[in-house]
């Protein structure tokens, strides 16, 4: 079987002889050649008007790249492409996870340039500019697997180190070299620039040795969270901090690499070895993760936490030995406010590591090993041997105060330890699945925001619903929808201090106005989640745009309410609360629902661009949820009266019935419309907290509804809660 032909990306600044070479390499080949520049003409002509790419221009075109590399691949040919002034975090997406795909890099001295663009006639670039392609156009490191050649050599020569590289055999008649002009080029295959290709995934690569050393974001996959209460950061698996927010979960991004590159902020500490062997497990019981290197020369541990109840929060990383003696890096990249703002560095007064500084935050970085900046970023070498460890503590703290005290890091690695375990071990699940139960409670522990108890939906923002795409929004907010689930999980796994605070903050957040309340809240209840654009972050392996804050915020979801309703029956059953808690809020939602029902909502999906009809899962859950409202008013004998509640109940049915069920194995993603959403299963999913019915007609689920529990002789005919569509 015949290897893959490489295709090449011949890569250099203007006036280094890129489509010259580029040309004749495809020549002498017979290859596809493709300027590079050509396939993005906006981007092209703005570089060359003299005002720099900005970060969504650059990764619109990489795509473009990408996707041509990758049509090569599918009609099973080499090809050559050019492209100016690529950054190493360019040349790692355009190669990483591709076979054969080599970058040729030409290296040339400036004034060699400068002599050969005075020279043209036309195509000339301002001197500005042109420092800026040679800044950008980063020296390749070794694990690159680069084709280095000098652009001073005649263009034969260069042709011919190329070849002698690649080790290919040339096909006779073909010309030793070709001048620019652009008509003397092959014929081409036909290419079509197809979208990215399925790749092997980082964990694939990296355990069988691939390099990681990448400026680019892992795939999500390969992160894993840890966390204070307060924050929380992902570690990937090659060792770096690619997310973290200081000092909450919604403040502004210290390291935030993951929606871009490196240049955006974070912190790697790995092998010197591009090549290690790698492993990860959190310790049992815990959020304490332990990365495991093997090299050639031995073994290292990265133990990676956040020690929990501390005066400031703090990021601890501790290297250990485990076999031999393993040369190790550091980098570390400070970008303050979303990966934009680079701090003031200075040293600590006691030599003990170094501070920095921007705006109203500080953070001190404090170890033993001897810290150099570097391109303003903080960098380090360092060996560990065998029994021998090696701590790095970050610690954030106001600015406007002395730096934050030092962290004892044994004493906090054997705190959190004992933390998590205690913790843990209170689960009272004892099913098959008790450990897979027990890490998803971790796992919400660690998403639970301590002094106000409020639970987060997910630690980052802007992860895209589909790569490229602009459905990318900002999770790190309080979701009204997750209450009653949050609720009844803690309890049932025996964590009921911890459903008690969820269940205060979902009573203080929403106390007020009926008509003012939510979908979601920040973190101490907060109602202005303002949205904006991040221009300067090119978003998840170019998913722009990035997002913070979350517009959706103001959008009227009616189920909420009947989730709401539910969440505050179920503190009473559940005993998190006295009997007659929130019976006045209950009788205010649902007298304020009969006024605005039947208005139209985005439902659950949250669409932007107006609400045109009402969701029919809005429909189930406001009959299903606001029916719970009639239990505690009789079986608890609460004073009150739910005033036009049977007729409006049986208003919603009806409705429900003319409009919503259309498809046996469809729901409309709205009740006036045949757009079309099909559940997982293909079946109407009517409560996720356990109804998994198959509803093959389009009425059984009005007649599921109304008889799936015999009521009782004094239960209301109307009554249709969540105890009948769980019994």
Known sequence: MRSLDPVLIVAGVSGSGKTTIATALAQRLGWPLQEGDELYSAANSKEHSGHPLDDRNQWLWLTRVAAWIDGCRQVGTGGVITCLALKRSHRDFLTRGRPEVRVVYLHAQRALIVSRLSARKEHSILPDLLDRHFAILEEPDPDEDPIVVDVSQPVEDIV?????????????????????????????????????????????????????????????????????????????????????????????????????????????????DPTPRVSRAYRDGTMILETVFDTRDGRVALIDFMPIGSAGSSVVRLVRGLRGKVAMQLHLALRFDYGVTVPWVTQLADAS????????????????????GKDFATVAEFDVTEGESVPFVLTHGPSHLSAPPAVEWSAALEETESFWRGWSGRCSHAG???????????????????????????????????????????????????????????????????????????????AGSPHQIQIMYGLSGERQLIEWEVPWLPGYQGSAPVRVGNGASSQLQLDVYGELIDAIYQGRTLGLAPIGSGWDLQQNLVEHLEQIWEQPDEGIWEVRGGNEARAPRSTIFLRARTDTSWRPHRSMRMHGHLRGSDNEAGI????????????????????????????????????????????????????????????????????????????
Do not use: M
């Open 432 to 510: 098959p699945w008790r450990e897979p139960v027990k890490r998803s409670l971790l796992t919400l522990k660690a998403l639970t925001y301590a002094q106000t108890g409020g639970i987060i939906a997910a630690p980052t923002t802007s992860l895209p619903e589909q790569l490229g795409g602009e459905r990318n929004w900002d999770y790190r907010y309080c979701w009204l929808r997750d209450a009653t689930f949050t609720l009844i999980a803690l309890v049932s796994a025996g964590y009921r201090d911890e459903a008690q605070a969820w269940g205060q903050w979902l009573r203080r957040t929403v």
């Open 160 to 272: 011919a180190e190329i070849l002698r590289s690649l080790a290919l055999q040339v096909p006779e008649n073909r010309p030793a070299v070709v001048a620019r002009d652009g008509t003397q080029r092959p014929a081409n295959p036909p290419v079509k620039a197809s979208g990215p290709q399925s790749h092997q995934n980082t964990a694939a690569l990296l355990s069988r040795g691939t390099s990681i050393r990448s400026d680019l974001p892992l795939d999500i996959e390969d992160y894993a969270l840890i966390g204070d209460c307060t924050t929380a950061a992902l570690v990937g698996r090659n060792g770096s901090i690619d997310w973290l927010c200081w000092p909450r979960f919604d403040s502004n991004a210290l390291f935030a690499a993951l929606l871009g590159t490196s240049e955006h902020g974070r912190w790697r500490i790995s092998p010197a």
């Open 353 to 372: 590591g170094l501070s920095a500084i921007a705006g109203p935050s500080q953070v001190v970085l404090r170890s033993p090993v001897r810290l150099q």
């Open 652 to 727: 919603v049915r009806g409705s429900l019935g003319l409009r919503c069920l259309f498809a046996a194995v469809s729901f409309a993603v709205h009740a006036r419309s045949n757009g079309v959403r099909r559940s997982s299963r293909g079946r109407l999913k009517c409560d996720p907290l356990g109804a998994h019915e198959p509803f093959d007609e389009p009425r059984s689920i009005i007649d599921y509804l109304r008889t799936k529990r015999p009521r009782s002789r004094n239960e209301h005919p109307t009554n249709c809660g969540r105890s009948q569509l769980h019994t």
